[in-house]
């Protein structure tokens, strides 16, 4: 008789019940639901803080360029570099570290000391579009200062400021990306 007992017990079958498995996958979409927008959210702030990473590092490469070699070094946005021309509107492209002044956006007689791929997703405006942004051999802006408005999805923003002195600094209040 005990016999018996034990082989009913061995034929129940473990698993999930249809009411188990239903709570999960509505446990998973519910989770999945919160937290997707805010992966956007965070994924589009950490590009915003890259594109001022790079935006900080190629200005300040410029700038101790020009006071190592006393002379005046450039950047600007450019389609192809570095064969191309410098686009003084749209900073979204290649950035070129020039050794020269790239008056009026032309490369050529300047020698490109650098390229750094374009930022992606990201827009970025500059204040002063007429001109690319030159440091002096000093390690100087002056006439060259502006701000850099950098913008992406979800209304993720920062702005880069150059100053006269060449300095460089971000500014906490957003600019208007909406």
């Known amino acids: 008789m005990r016999m018996r007992k034990e082989t009913e017990g061995s034929h129940r079958k473990d698993g999930f019940t249809l009411i188990e498995l239903l709570v999960t996958i509505a446990v998973i979409v519910i989770m999945a639901t919160i937290a997707v927008p805010g992966f956007q959210a965070f994924s589009a702030r950490n590009e915003v803080a890259a594109e001022v990473m790079r935006i900080k590092a190629a200005l300040a490469m410029a700038r101790n360029t020009a006071i190592t070699r006393r ?92 100053s006269n002195a060449g300095r460089v600094r971000t500014l906490s209040e957003l600019p208007d990306c909406g």
């Open 71 to 162: 002379t005046t070094i450039s950047v600007c946005a450019s389609p192809n570099p570095p064969d191309a021309d410098c686009t003084l509107d749209d900073w979204s492209h290649d950035w070129v570290i020039v050794e020269g002044r790239a008056t009026g956006g032309d490369l050529s007689g300047d020698t490109v000391l650098r390229v750094l791929p374009s930022p992606g997703d990201a827009d970025i405006d500059f204040s002063r579009s007429d001109r690319p942004v030159r440091y002096g051999a000093m390690g100087r802006a002056s006439g060259h200062n502006g701000t850099f408005a950098i913008c992406s999805g979800h209304d993720n923003g920062a702005e880069v400021i150059i």
